[in-house]
């Protein structure tokens, strides 16, 4: 096993078959007390070790992400599933999105409210519908006929934390990624045995959204991308402008027409459009090759790779 060095903000890595991000932010050693950065680096490889180990068995890409996002939806200390962020009325409203490499299929859902999982309702929507978005309540109906499907009360998602933080973000009267959503969005990029790619991205959004706010994170295209040609993206960060620069597809984009490499593509997005419009956050890329890209404008981006070998490497800060 090797060595994989992931502590700068613009990292590549050869011959990865995972990569997971637990969204970015101002993200300060200052901030972080050692207990809590131990829960974050033990969360993000509970979850590499998920992927990796069906990966091993030679599982589909698509189930790789979908049940590497379950544990980090699973896990509080991340804003999706339980301990997701509460918007303005004090709710979890959940958004999650993946898609499928070999065929461009895709599945998302937005605005739910009693699913434990986002995730894999959003991949019931790719698998058991002619449709590639669902909100709100016509979501909800369509879990309630699925075996699948876990259906929880508020209570479940509920946190202190995130409780706290939405009081003070109303006190300050603003929505907040960088200074309060430190434990963000969770996405993985995967590629199987045959080097076919997916990508699967989940969030509870931003502290004090308006209710009915949708972000980057389940649309396909802004917050998650995956097509065999190119790449599998998720995408972390001020969700706005993720959906004004279409970010995940862009990268793509790139890839396809000006013929970059994954690591120029996403670092060019991130580093440098992204940059330009005034947005911060980051992404995971990965292409059918193995090479993977984790580039991010903020302080930090809680991010987590592993290799064919099985070397990890999990990283929360970043130099530049
Ligand atoms: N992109 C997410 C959103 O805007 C937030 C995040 O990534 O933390 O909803």
Redesign the pocket.
Known sequence: MGIIDISRNNATVADAVLVIHG???TILEENLTSEREALCHSGLRAALERGYGLWQAGADALSIVEATVRVLEDDPIF?AGRGA?LNDQGVAEL?ASIMRGVDRMAGAITGVTTIKNPITLARAVLEKTPFVFLSGVGAEELAATLEEIEIVGQDYFFTDERWKQLQAQRVSNSVS?SED?KF??VGAVARCKGNHLAAA?S????TN?RHG?????PVIGA?TWAEDATCAVS??????F??RAAVAHEIAARMRHAKEGVAVAANTVIHEELVAMGGS?GVIALAANGEAALPFNTAGMYRGVIAADGTIATAIYGKP
């Open positions: 969204g970015a932010g804003n962020v958004d990624l959503n963000g969005t991205t969030t509870g959004g931003m959204k706010r949708i972000g980057d994170s917050g995408a972390t960060g001020h969700g706005e993720f959906l956050g």
